[in-house]
Antibody
Framework: QAQLVQSGAEVKKPGGSVKVSCKASGYTFTSHGISWVRQAPGQGLEWMGWISAYNGNTNYAQKFKDRITLTTDTSTSTAYMELRSLRSDDTAVYSC????????????WGQGTLVTVSS | DIQMTQSPSTLSASVGDRVTITCRANESISRWLAWYQRKPGKAPQLLIYKASTLQSGVPSRFSGSGSGTEFTLTISSLQRDDFATYFCHQYNDFSQTFGQGTKVEIK
């Protein structure tokens, strides 16, 4: 049974950066990709990007492409999402989800990580 | 980006009721639509993908239908464990988008 476990809540200042981790277990990490989505308070879900755990290929949403970097560490089966130049409207719950391709449905999700951006 | 309009936003129902939730896209997404269930404090669970394919392990009381721009999720006989929020997800193109969610409450 695939499981994704994310790192804990973060509080960051405007202009800073955050790096959220997503540790996979229960499946062959390199056989699937990982998508990242976020949900700001009172807003809908928003897709941010996808990374292939097989070869590191990425696909970013246009809105985030200048501020986001997705990476993986195959030795620890962990995916990372780094978002830079944080603003208050980046306050959201960030989630990773397993997606074999992009675009594709998500058959396993992380529990979500709250990132609060506040001065 | 493709807009997904999900309705209703809230639904009150009783155990045993048949429940239908709708997602409409503002342009055709073929059958590239998934449905998820989300409960407070838990990771979302995939119920249906490609509009009507039941994810392994999901009870058969859940079903999906539709193509093009209109899709439905049906729960044939609502169980206590089904009180949750449901949302749709279109993945027809890279700018995949989501419905706003439907909260199914106990009547």
């Amino acid at each position: 049974q695939a499981q994704l476990v994310q790192s804990g809540a973060e509080v960051k200042k405007p202009g800073g950066s955050v790096k959220v981790s997503c540790k996979a277990s229960g499946y062959t990490f390199t056989s699937h990709g990982i998508s990242w989505v976020r949900q700001a308070p009172g807003q809908g879900l928003e897709w941010m990007g996808w990374i292939s755990a097989y070869n590191g290929n990425t696909n970013y949403a246009q809105k985030f492409k200048d501020r986001i970097t997705l990476t993986t560490d195959t030795s620890t089966s962990t995916a990372y999402m780094e978002l830079r130049s944080l603003r208050s409207d980046d306050t959201a719950v960030y989630s990773c989800a397993r997606a074999s391709y992009v675009p594709y449905h998500y058959d396993s999700w992380g529990q979500g990580t709250l990132v609060t951006v506040s001065s | 980006d493709i807009q997904m309009t999900q309705s209703p936003s809230t639904l009150s129902a009783s155990v045993g009721d048949r429940v239908t939730i709708t997602c409409r896209a503002n342009e055709s997404i073929s059958r590239w639509l998934a449905w998820y269930q989300r409960k407070p404090g838990k990771a979302p669970q995939l119920l249906i993908y490609k509009a009507s394919t039941l994810q392994s392990g999901v009870p058969s009381r859940f079903s999906g239908s539709g193509s093009g721009t209109e899709f439905t999720l049906t729960i044939s006989s609502l169980q206590r464990d089904d009180f949750a929020t449901y949302f749709c997800h279109q993945y027809n193109d890279f700018s995949q988008t989501f419905g706003q969610g439907t909260k199914v409450e106990i009547k």
